[in-house]
């Protein structure tokens, strides 16, 4: 070998290039892939899962006040169930104005509120979460007969809430969905 380089054959070159294509080509394709699928994942997100933030003392000691909720629009409400939904008399949904409160009575149940006690359908309503005194409101007269599109929502923190006995049932249109898991930072 003296030193002297020789020039790469004309295949060679063909070669380089073909490969160097290859790899644009990959890479062209890679990040084509990667935005179709952030672009399904957000779709997807926006139809099925939703996220809000937990305002108020209300469903203490279940929620605090700036807890994060993930709720899924699919699937059936059942009582027991957490929901986040826009309250009567608010037309647009903002992050600010969603309330979270738990399902009592569900559409055509029988919901009854008296000193201490919730009842539907005439059984005493299980509430081993429920914090506080639950009394009865004067703003809905008992007992109260749900349609075959309302659910009566009460806050866990029950001296803290506004709810269902004041505002009366929500209609299953405002409920923006049920929450099926939570992240709690520290405060």
Known sequence: ?????????????LQGKKRALIRAGN??????????????????FGEVFGIAIVHGISMQPSFRDRDIVLY????????????????????KKTKDNEHIKRVIGLPGEIVFIGPGAVAVNGETFPEPYAAGYTGPKPEVAY?????DKQYF????????????RE????????????VIASVRFRQ
């Open 153 to 164: 929502v009460l806050g866990d923190n029950r001296e803290h809430s506004i709810d269902s």
């Open 27 to 44: 890479r062209r394709r890679l990040l084509a892939g990667l935005a179709c699928s952030a672009l399904l994942v957000l779709a997807i």
């Open 72 to 91: 899924s629009r699919l699937g059936a409400i059942n009582a027991g169930d957490i929901v986040i939904f826009l309250p009567p008399g608010e037309n």
């Open 167 to 178: 505002e009366g049932p929500i209609g299953k249109e405002r409920i923006s969905g049920r």
């Open 143 to 147: 007992p109260l007969i749900l349609t």
């Open 1 to 13: 070998m003296d030193g002297t380089k020789t020039a790469p054959a004309p295949f060679e070159v």
